[in-house]
């Protein structure tokens, strides 16, 4: 899996969505303070990692205890979006000991409804990705700034029908682990106020599940926090790693 990591005292492990990759995470990592060590992988199937298929929500995050390991051994602090908040909880809730804190944004931890008919929507759509024209639609329907519409079509051309059926089912299909509430570290959990009903009944849901966690509602954005609301993220990771 690739990965870039900087350089600094305090490791942050930046888990990018569905459909995109690492870059992402740039208006973000530019509000982050000096010493804050970045750790940003493409996760499978996506970005720089395109040639490696999206098997399972299981085998990513063993791969991504061994990126801590080696980048964070002594724990990072992990945020997550959509697919990565997923693989956030997980972390967590397996892997505490190398988790300093979370920050869950726009995790969808209620299934959703007709998993099947969606994921064969999704198959029959897959061709399309491919197409400049639709992945230009689709980055304009996700809040994609325009300097990362370069990036966003490079990645709809390169991820797999395969990877985008496995992660997307493991996506619409995900719910909470049960060791989720014995995570004792900090938890913030952000969903955009434009969001659909699933998900603030999955962010609600999220806080509930661990008492001491906290529920924030971003105004103005819809499933697009942090490439419309980085500061929103940015504050979070801060509050956490300031005492």
Known sequence: MYVDAGEGDEPVLMLHGAGVSGWMWEPVRALLPPGMKAIVPDLPGFGRSANLPYVSHTATVGELRG????????????VGFSLGAQLAILLAAE???LVRSVTVVSAETKPAPLPGYTLALLA????????RWFARAQARQLGI??????????????????T??????????????????????????????RERKLMHDSAALTASALPGSSLR???GSAHDVPLT????IASELKRKITP
């Open 67 to 78: 990126i801590l390991e080696r980048h964070a051994p002594h724990g990072a602090h992990v």
């Open 95 to 97: 892997f505490p000991q």
């Open 124 to 131: 029959l759509a897959a061709p399309l990705s491919r197409q």
């Open 145 to 162: 700034p325009e300097q990362f519409w370069d990036e966003y079509l490079r990645d709809s051309a390169s991820t797999s029908r395969d």
């Open 164 to 193: 985008l059926i496995a992660s997307v089912g493991e996506n619409i299909r995900f719910t909470l682990p049960a060791t989720w509430s014995e995570y004792r570290g900090p938890v913030g959990i952000l969903v955009g106020a």
């Open 217 to 219: 509602t971003v105004e």
């Open 229 to 232: 609301n980085p500061h929103a």
